[in-house]
């Protein structure tokens, strides 16, 4: 996730894109970089880190101009640096290219262009979009542009300028966002409109596969045929910090609400139809798989549980033996590790103290390591050799969310990646589990559909102080996230235990009144769950469940049923976690707690 920015108008381009750029930190802060056209050339200046570094380098190196692009980064393809930052231009700088998405076939279109002659700089993805318009481009950038997209596959939102046409700019969309504005004379486009209001409130919303072109005679929507559309324009009535945010009051319920992408671009060219499970470049043989004896997961927080989903995940599909430990107790606990060991970190930042010490220490004595991290560039990523990333996004809000299901999604790849080469599933039951797992976007759409009835049950019973969570198996595993959830952003105590475990002690806190959230999506334990339903049912708790759609059995013994779409066991924890998620969110927000800035909590913990 990146942010864009394009300007043509009367002004100078260069503070109009900084501006703008600066209401889209939120979207990446890596590094971030202009390109501006000055008569008959394009002056590009990037670099690495925050838009500040970026000021500064221009007031040594003033740009002058009325046309530019400018963007900041979330570096995915190649780490936070100078070269990979962007904008990207062709060999000889008359083309320069900002970008918001991924390339899915970048390596291809490289290699295509290798071979034509073409010479890259960079290790970014992007790259390629210069290059190809460079080899389409016979006068005509509209023209260029439209075949260059035409061979892109993946999620784009691209702005274009070229010095040859240098009152011109051409954008592009799909899959990721951009909007267009409409000033007195000036013209811009954005990943997002917070980076436009200061200029206008008048924007046109583009559709995937459509191009805009502006100059200083106006702006022209344009279908693949070049054909123009006419497009009414949109007035955003919104602030600019609701604006920012998406719509949502918060960076929590953006993120919850953007889980359904973040999944879908987690299994982007690792998990497909008809083709083996891939790890991007990790390069780990059948017998290397077959020599691992152990692995443990190891991570701290909402990454630990994530780690649980991985051990029951791994354990069940690939046989392996699998302990997940929280980081801080690993370090510690001289833990038995050896060449034969397998480690997966788990970070969201990539940058937590004792996830750090964990890595070295296991690499020091001789373990592989793999990190899944969402920060590319994050010190866990640099440390590693092995790294699967997770495409979140940038995660803002404290209490982490999107993060959490991109992991399961990384954990469900790599036990579904050890049993194809393991052999401990066939080749038709792994085909199964990926057209399952492939349906996960949309079924967590259909969750979030569902909000109102967990809206209701927290207006209900956001005054509780005590709360329990049960489950078992993979529904223990979310019963941890859930009420760690809850704790964090509404500061209500809740304690989450494995569903026989909570006669021998807790159940003595049971009375009357008491909330207890209970997880029944798995299949063969639910006449199990049912009895520990009961068990407290008949002390007075109010239960509130979350069931597959279907389950009636669980309807009858509980106050309130929250249903998920039906799906295979061991992917539930996707689609359960969100309507916890979005419990712990409407309590807080009904007791007016900070939500995205919880008490005493850091969004990194970089001490030990
Ligand atoms: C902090 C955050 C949690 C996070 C944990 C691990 O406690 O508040 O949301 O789960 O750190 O962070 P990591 O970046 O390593 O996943």
């Known amino acids: 996730m990146c942010g864009i920015v394009g300007f043509v108008g009367i002004d100078k381009a260069s503070s109009v894109l900084l501006e703008g750029l600066s209401k889209l930190e ?39 101009g009325c046309v530019g692009i ?68 016979d006068g005509d950038l509209v023209d260029a542009v439209m075949k260059a997209a035409s061979k892109l596959q993946g999620s784009y939102a691209i702005g274009v300028i070229c010095s040859k046409e240098p009152g011109k700019l051409v954008a592009a969309r799909k899959d990721s966002p951009l909007v267009v504005g409409v000033g007195k004379g000036e013209y811009f486009i954005a990943s997002d409109i917070p980076a436009l209001l200061n200029h206008t409130r008048d924007v046109y919303f583009l559709n995937d596969n459509e191009f805009v072109v502006m100059d200083n005679s106006g702006v022209k929507i344009l279908d693949e045929n070049k054909k123009e559309i006419k497009r009414d324009i949109y007035h955003v009535t919104w602030n600019a910090n609701a604006a920012e945010k998406g719509g949502y009051d918060h960076f929590m319920a953006k993120e919850i609400h ?26 780990l043989t059948k017998e290397q798989i077959d020599n691992i004896d152990k692995i443990y997961i190891v991570a701290c927080g909402t990454a630990y549980h994530a780690g649980v989903v991985g051990k029951y995940a791994i354990e069940k ?86 993060a959490y299901v991109t992991q399961l999604i990384v954990m469900y790849t790599l036990a579904l990646f050890f049993a194809q080469n393991k052999g401990t599933l066939s080749d038709s039951e792994i085909e199964n589990l990926k057209a399952e797992m492939l349906t996960l976007p949309e079924k967590a759409e259909q969750v979030l559909e569902n909000e109102d009835v967990v809206k209701d049950f927290a207006s209900k019973n956001y005054a509780e102080s005590d709360m329990f969570y049960i489950g078992r198996g993979l529904d223990y595993a979310v019963a941890m996230e859930g009420s760690l959830k809850l704790k964090e952003v509404s500061y ?54 979350f069931a ?31 309507p916890l998620q979005l419990l712990a969110y409407y309590m807080a927000i009904k007791k007016g707690c900070d939500v995205d800035k919880p008490r005493n909590l850091a969004k990194s913990v970089t001490v030990e």
Not at 524 to 539: A, F, H, P
Not at 553 to 562: L, N, Q, R
């Open 317 to 402: 599909l690939a046989r392996i033996p699998v302990e997940v430990d929280v980081a801080s107790e690993f370090r510690y606990r001289e833990p038995i590790i050896n060449k034969k060991t397998l480690m997966i970190i788990i970070s969201q930042s990539g940058e937590t103290a004792d996830t750090l010490a964990a890595l070295r220490e296991a690499k020091a004595k001789g373990a592989r390591v793999i990190a899944v991290t969402n920060v590319v560039g994050s010190t866990v990523s640099r440390e590693t050799d092995d790294v699967l990333y997770t495409w979140a996004g940038p995660e803002i809000a404290v209490a982490s969310t999107k």
């Open 492 to 545: 209500i105590h809740s304690e989450a235990y494995a569903g026989g475990e909570l006669k021998h002690g807790p159940i003595a806190l049971i009375e009357k009144g008491t909330v207890v959230i209970a997880g029944a999506t798995q299949q063969k334990l639910v006449e199990k769950m049912i009895s520990n339903i009961k068990e407290v049912t008949t002390r007075g708790a109010k239960v509130l469940a």
């Open 258 to 283: 953007e889980q359904p992408k973040a999944i879908k671009d987690t299994m982007t060219s690792r998990i497909m139809k008809g083709k083996p499970v891939t790890l991007d470049n990790i390069s």
């Open 26 to 64: 939120y979207r990446g802060y890596d590094s971030a970089g202009v390109a501006v056209i000055d008569k008959d050339h394009i002056n590009v200046i990037k670099c690495k880190g925050r838009l500040a570094n970026l000021e500064k380098k221009l007031e040594s190196h003033p740009l002058n």
């Open 548 to 578: 597959l759609e279907g389950s009636k059995e669980v309807k009858d013994v509980v106050d309130s049923v929250i249903y998920v779409p039906k799906v295979i066991d061991v992917f539930a924890p996707v689609l359960s976690v969100i």
């Open 70 to 137: 400018g963007h900041t980064r979330w570096a995915t393809h190649g780490e936070p640096s100078d070269i990979n930052a962007h904008p990207h231009s062709n060999a000889d700088g008359t083309i320069s290219v900002v970008h918001n998405g991924i390339i899915e076939n970048y390596v291809e279109l490289r290699n295509e262009l290798k071979a034509k002659g073409y010479k890259f700089v960079s290790e970014t993805d992007t790259e390629v979009i210069p290059q190809l318009i460079d080899y389409f481009y």
